[in-house]
């Protein structure tokens, strides 16, 4: 197994080729990037374990790739390498998070042995981070019922043994406890516990999870990830609902399985594992085998050792004493005296039939940790619900329906009914609460004959952010330099804001701040800047992001002129609602700026129940009339017809422009480029491509208000300076 994964950062490529050859033969995979943002790039993608980084480098320098580093990733370890080190620097270095600071030309002795501190540290914070965590969720098993006895008693045979392990039972019963558990009782404590959710990944990227990638002629440099299988070496990997995995990806573990090699999704090296397989499914495996659903082979191979967790129904003597070590659990991590349930809510609690069982309880009593004022809980504090179905209704109930299918098809009705209420009748959070898809859901509600109530006003959204920091690279409209942005998730009404990567000093995404708005949208605040901001703003507008830190150096990347690479950006960190809520700005009347009535130049909004823009235009040749209407529904019709849209320049306005401070990086690849007679440099995506473009532009700079609009935009050849100068009124008026 290698070493650990070094990525070099190094503007000198003899030094980074020399670098590159010690540390492989030294065993460790080596990665290589020659600047800061394709360094940056590089840890979003494939994140190494240490960075070796050059100090003094064009663009972005080794401070402010360590700034953004730890930022994005804090417990990577980052070396400093300079030819011109001084004090300042290395204190500097050290304070922003370096491990160490070292000088060039390098000792290589000196260098392997730093690498190898640094690398024994960020295992040592790693592993005490894990143990924290494992010990937080880590709770024996409670319970004396003769089916506990029995889970007991099969747990400890198979603790002596290296086999693999099936274990079966459903939804809540605790079956990663038992794995972990397990895991701790045995040799390979002291090693990794990689859980996997096969349910939770798509078919399409399991096997690059579970097997690793690797890419020897990327163009940023051989690149690795390693998969759970590499992780998981000398530790138990745990697949949890192991029945989701499709027949072929069967047969590829079990080939591992087998033969304890592997390679890596495209690369071509085999690497010896060893780790000990639990896997865990709700499903009756077996079943699965004889409906053609599951491979007989891998089936046989995982259930060496077969453990099954039983239902809470079945060991109802167990509630009390779980009931009671919960309540104890709780009130201590909330700073609470210790409560008591009385007995008639302790034989409520006995009595009910709990279909989400041990996991279902947990989340009660903490419920009444936390609804409870009193040190008692008596029966009224239990949950209607659960009242509802005590001893003597069971029976009642049991005998109201004369088949298994009418009784599951009751139980359906009354589970998506309470989430549907739970969720305040809104169907997509209801479908992401219980994994149903929302068409199959909307089908189940009519089916059951289900009444909706009436949803939340829409006008009351929850805020959003993102789930994880990413980052993107690319060119500047301004400078033609390469230049990037990190996108950082900010806590509820903290707004956007652009971040300058250097200083740290931020501009709030508002019409307050707008400082130009000739051919593009750029905001300043005392001597901080954010250029060309307009299409970022777009894409946040359209997911509905209202908090995020946004760091540049002082421009958002054009990329292509299009929007559509900061829609992907922010699907891969995915999005994260939260828990105030914003309302939309809600337009009341006309506003306009500019001729209306001659056809001239303008832009108005008008009262609307939806967000929407009409734009028309009436260029000379080769754009000529162009007229399209979009409206706002959702994020994949603006990925289809707006987002893709570029920026367009006639060929004589190039010189005015880079007399302005524009383009000044010369190239123009970036935007489509006109002549008086046709397009020069592209194909058109779309036959009114320049239309379109107008109004991703209106999107973006209309979310400069700070809250999502609802009005129906008519705009005539208006550019951003008449954007703003709606906004203004709008604001003034509103």
């Not at 004493?321 to 309540?327: E, G, I, Q």
């Amino acid at each position: 197994m290698q070493k650990g994964h070094v990525l070099i950062v190094d503007d000198e490529s003899s030094i980074s080729a020399t670098l590159e050859g010690i540390l492989a033969d030294e065993g460790y995979e080596v990665s290589k990037a020659d600047n800061g943002i394709q360094a940056l790039e590089m840890v979003k993608s494939f994140p190494p374990d240490l960075i070796l980084l050059d100090i003094w480098m064009p663009g972005m320098d080794g401070i402010e790739v360590l700034k953004a580093v730890k930022e994005f990733q804090s417990d990577l370890e980052v070396i400093i390498m300079s030819g011109h080190g001084s004090i300042d620097t290395a204190v500097r270095a050290t304070k922003l998070g370096a491990f160490d600071f070292i000088e060039k030309p390098l000792s290589l002795e000196s260098l392997l042995s730093t690498i190898n501190h640094a690398l024994a540290q960020q295992r040592l914070v790693r592993e005490n981070l894990e143990l924290k965590k494992e010990l937080i969720r880590k709770h024996e098993i409670i319970g004396e019922s003769p089916a506990i006895v029995e889970l007991r008693r099969q747990i400890k045979s198979s603790l002596d043994s290296n086999k693999n392990i099936l274990i079966t039972g459903e939804n809540g019963t605790g079956k990663e406890l038992i794995g972990r558990l397990i895991h701790s009782e045995t040799s390979r404590r002291k090693k990794p516990f990689i859980k996997v959710n096969c349910a939770t990944i798509s078919e399409a990227t399991l096997e690059s999870q579970l097997f690793g990638f690797e890419d020897q002629n990327s163009q940023i440099g051989n690149i690795y990830k390693m998969g759970k299988f590499e992780l998981a070496e000398g530790g138990t990997l745990f697949l949890d609902e192991v029945d989701k995995i499709n027949i072929n990806t069967q047969k590829n573990i079990m080939e591992v399985l087998e033969s304890k090699k592997m390679s890596r999704v495209v690369g071509k090296r085999v690497i010896p594992i060893e780790f000990r397989l639990i896997a865990a499914s709700n499903k009756d495996l077996s079943e699965e085998v004889k409906l053609g659903n599951f491979d007989p082979d891998f089936y046989q191979l995982l259930s060496e050792i077969a453990i099954f967790s039983p239902p809470l129904r079945e060991r109802k003597d167990d509630i009390p004493l779980l009931a009671n070590y919960f309540m104890k659990e709780f009130c201590e991590e909330y700073g609470k005296k210790t409560k008591e349930i009385d007995d008639e809510a302790m034989a409520a609690l006995t009595g009910f039939n709990w279909p989400g069982n041990v996991k279902e309880l947990k989340n009660i009593i903490e419920r009444l940790v936390i609804t409870v004022p009193l040190t008692k809980v008596s029966y009224n504090d239990i949950p209607a619900g659960i009242k509802g179905e005590n001893k003597e209704t069971l029976n009642y109930r049991f005998e109201g329906y004369s088949s298994i299918d009418e009784a599951h098809t009751a139980w359906e009705k009354e589970f998506i009914s309470h989430y549907l209420k739970k969720n305040e009748w809104d169907l997509g959070k209801t479908s992401q609460a219980i994994s149903m898809g929302r068409r199959v859901l909307e089908r189940r509600i009519k089916a059951l004959g289900i009444t909706m109530g009436k949803a939340k006003s829409p006008d009351r959204k929850r805020q959003r952010t993102l789930k994880t920091s990413v980052v993107l690279c690319g060119q500047g409209l301004h400078s033609g330099l390469k230049t990037g942005l990190i996108l950082i998730p900010q806590p509820p009404n903290s707004g956007i804001k652009f971040g300058n990567i250097s200083t740290g000093e931020t501009i709030p995404a508002l019409l307050d701040y707008v400082e130009s708005t000739e051919f593009a949208t750029s905001l300043k605040r005392g001597k901080n800047q954010a250029k060309t901001v307009e299409h970022i703003m777009a894409v946040l507008h359209t997911y509905r992001i209202n908090n995020l830190l946004i760091k540049i150096s002082d421009e958002v990347p054009i990329m292509d002129g299009s929007a559509k690479d900061f829609c992907e950006l922010i699907e891969d960190s995915g999005i994260q609602e939260q828990d105030d809520h914003i309302e939309e700005i809600v337009i009341d009347n006309v506003y306009s700026v500019g001729d209306i009535s001659n056809h001239g130049k303008y832009i108005s909004i008008e009262p609307a129940p939806e967000f929407s823009v009409n734009y028309i235009m009436d260029y000379p040749k080769p754009i000529g009339h162009q007229e399209f209407r979009f409206v706002l529904k959702n994020e994949e019709d603006f990925k289809k017809k707006i987002a893709p849209a570029r920026t367009f320049c006639f060929l004589k306005d190039v010189e005015a422009l880079e007399k302005k401070g524009f383009i000044s990086g010369g190239r123009l690849n970036n935007a489509i480029l006109l002549d008086e007679e046709k397009v020069l440099n592209t194909e058109l995506r779309f036959p009114d491509e320049f239309a379109r473009h107008k109004i991703l532009d209106i999107i973006g700079d209309f979310y400069l208000l700070g809250k999502p609009v609802r009005g129906k935009i008519t705009a005539r050849l208006s550019g951003h300076s008449d954007n703003i100068a709606l906004l203004s009124k709008i604001k003034k008026l509103c």
